[in-house]
C-alpha cells in the first residue's frame, strides 16, 4: 500500500512538472489576422446590368378548406383527429375520431 502511495505521488508530480514547462512553451499555432474593415457602401452593378431582372416566382396556395374541414378544425385544434363529442364537457375518456369514411368511430384515449 504504501508503494501504491509513493508511486502515486511520484507521477502527481511529474505530471505537474510537464504542465510548467508545458505553459512556458510559446503557442504553436499563430494568432489570425486582423479582419478586413467593412465598407459602409452599397456594391454597384455593371454598366451591362438590366435594371430590373424577372419577377420571383408566387408563391404556391393552399387549397381552400370545405365547409366541413373548417368546422371539423375548430373542434380539433391540435389535429390528431379526435374531439370530445357535443355535449360531453370533457369529463369521459372517451372521445370520437374522424373515420377516412364520413363515419365516427369511438376510440379510448
Given at each position: 500500500m504504501v508503494l501504491g502511495v509513493v508511486a502515486a505521488s511520484l507521477?502527481?508530480?511529474?505530471?505537474l512538472l510537464y504542465w510548467q514547462t508545458a505553459?512556458?512553451?510559446?503557442?504553436?499555432?499563430?494568432?489570425?489576422?486582423?479582419?478586413?474593415?467593412?465598407?459602409?457602401?452599397?456594391?454597384?452593378?455593371?454598366?451591362?446590368?438590366?435594371?430590373?431582372?424577372p419577377a420571383p416566382p408566387t408563391p404556391p396556395e393552399a387549397p381552400k378548406a370545405?365547409?366541413?374541414?373548417?368546422?371539423?378544425?375548430?373542434?380539433d385544434r391540435n389535429r390528431d383527429e379526435l374531439f370530445p363529442p357535443p355535449g360531453n364537457d370533457g369529463q369521459s375518456n372517451?372521445?370520437?375520431?374522424?373515420?377516412g369514411s364520413g363515419?365516427?368511430?369511438?376510440?379510448?384515449?
Open positions: 507521477m502527481a508530480g511529474a505530471g505553459a512556458n512553451q510559446d503557442a504553436a499555432i499563430p494568432a489570425p489576422p486582423p479582419p478586413e474593415p467593412l465598407s459602409d457602401t452599397l456594391p454597384e452593378a455593371g454598366a451591362g446590368a438590366p435594371a430590373f431582372g370545405s365547409r366541413e374541414e373548417v368546422r371539423f378544425n375548430r373542434y372517451q372521445c370520437v375520431q374522424s373515420g363515419r365516427q368511430q369511438s376510440a379510448d384515449i
